[in-house]
């Protein structure tokens, strides 16, 4: 007796002899793509943010405010035998210094003369004139002081002579007034006085004495004698 076996169909399945490395290959290179896709650029940015910070610590910083240095007593610039003259907004003289010798001091802005000369206008046209040894005038003119053998011959509001002298006297020309905290003579027409200290308002003719005072009235005849 013979019989028959019949099997069914079986798929058919490739068989490779050998190792096959060209698909893992593959997945580890698109792994590798992904990876470098997703971090080089965070890297990047980790780089620069690096060398952003980098710049900023070393780059120089912008110097801060510098301390001004004091400025030292002493003249900046010296002249010889010169004239000082200020004048007002109409072109008008206002004063006029004269000296054999004159120091510029910047800390204060004054000027040392020595053998000074000036000469003060005022407005109603009357003058006053000054001399002494040594002067110390400000820049602006506002104030002059006179050492040594001082002399300050002014006008009054009424016209007379004010002869004042002085080893010290302080001329104001703007404000009009000569003052002195020394002892000084002051001369006017046919009266001398002397005092510890004083001041002479120009505009009013009004004269303050200080301390101990002494005055000499000489008689009209004798004051034209002695003139």
């Known amino acids: 007796m ?61 110097e801060g405010p510098r301390a001004t240095a004091p400025v030292r007593h002493v003249p900046d610039y010296r002249v010889e035998r010169f004239t000082l003259e200020r004048y007002d907004a109409q072109g008008q003289p206002t004063s006029r210094i004269e000296g054999e010798h004159a120091r510029h001091y910047p800390d204060t802005d004054q000027f040392e003369v020595d053998t000074v000369h000036a000469l003060f206008y005022h407005p109603d046209g009357r003058v006053t004139r000054a001399t002494a040894r040594e002067g110390l005038a400000a820049g602006d003119g506002s104030k002059v002081q006179l050492f040594g053998a001082a002399q300050v011959i002014s006008t009054s509001a009424q016209g007379d002579t004010v002869n004042m002298l002085g080893e010290e006297l302080t001329a104001e020309p703007k404000i009009r007034r000569i003052s002195s ?18 001041s002479y308002d120009q505009a009013s003719g009004q004269i303050t004495l200080h301390g101990h005072t002494r005055a000499v009235l000489m008689p009209r005849a004798a004051s034209a004698a002695r003139r």
């Open 2 to 62: 013979s019989g028959e076996l019949h099997l069914p169909d079986l798929p058919e399945v490739p068989v490779s002899l050998g190792k096959t490395t060209s698909e893992p290959r593959q997945a580890w290179r698109a792994r590798l793509g992904r990876w470098a896709g997703t971090a080089l650029p965070l890297f990047i940015m980790a780089v620069l943010a690096a060398a952003t910070w980098w710049l900023v610590k070393n780059a120089p910083q912008p």
């Open 181 to 198: 905290d020394k002892p000084v003579s002051v001369r006017q027409g046919s009266t001398e006085v002397t005092a510890d200290a004083f």
